[in-house]
């Protein structure tokens, strides 16, 4: 039985819309913690402070093109080039993962590359590595819990259904007056909208996050709220 042959989608498009496939990939690779060693003189051992952050990942992604390579590398480097910022990526031998990525370039191809019909692409990855089952949203309509299945604080996006209420996860609450009939509060980004309306001066208090393990949810004042968890790994 033959192997499925791998390939990975960027900011929604699949890179089998050029005919280009996956050789190897280091995409998933885990990032190094952001850590400061000092050594002191006369003392064994370094000192390490962390600053509570990872590294971005450098993936190297080798794809060949078994034929078209002209039209089809044209095509997809000139996708790849009008992508700004970090875009969803993914791959389809990781079916429940997905990163942020950016685009590294430059796009440039030797002769012998076209020849062979192989490349290299690099990517600039945020270090997690979230998991698509943290994608979906969970409804409350009253108090309950939610279940942190990684060992990692997860920043969710809540969205709070009414105009004016109060929500606890996690045990950190915020208070929320004065919207007109929802707002998202966006944990990682720290701000509150709604759709295009920037609500941050109607909340109060912190942003929660979602610990490893069970998380008490509670409110008052709105009908129902969603939570998208946002499970990463490394």
């Not at 996956?22 to 690779?29: H, L, P």
């Not at 003392?43 to 600053?51: C, D, P």
């Not at 950016?102 to 600039?124: C, I, N």
């Not at 008490?216 to 998208?228: K, Y």
Request: glycine letters at 10%.
């Amino acid at each position: 039985m033959s192997m499925k042959r791998n390939f990975f989608v960027f900011d929604g498009k699949s890179s089998l819309d050029f005919n280009t496939f996956v050789a190897t990939s280091t995409a998933w690779d885990g990032a190094v913690h952001d850590e400061e060693v000092i050594e002191v003189p006369g003392r064994n051992g370094a000192i390490v402070f962390s600053n509570g952050r990872y590294h971005n990942v450098e993936a190297n992604v080798d794809c060949y093109i078994p034929h078209g390579m002209r039209h089809n590398v044209d095509s997809l480097r000139a996708f790849l080039s009008s992508r700004h910022g970090y875009c969803r990526y993914e791959e389809a031998i990781k079916p429940d993962e997905f990163r942020m990525a950016r685009f590294a370039g430059p796009f440039s191809l030797s002769e012998s590359d076209r020849v062979g019909a192989a490349f290299t692409l690099v990517f600039d990855c945020k270090p997690q590595r979230f998991l698509k089952g943290g994608d979906i949203p969970i409804s409350y309509t009253a108090g309950g819990t939610i279940y942190n299945p990684t060992e990692y604080e997860a920043k969710p996006l809540i969205r709070c259904y009414g105009t004016s209420g109060a929500i606890s996860v996690g045990g950190v609450w915020m208070g929320v007056s004065a919207c007109d009939s929802y707002i998202d509060i966006d944990c990682e980004l720290m701000e509150a909208f709604e759709g295009n309306v920037n609500r941050n001066p109607n909340v109060g208090g912190e942003f929660p996050t979602l610990k490893p393990g069970q998380n008490a949810v509670g409110f008052s004042g709105f009908s129902r709220i969603e939570i998208t968890p946002r499970w990463w790994r490394i």
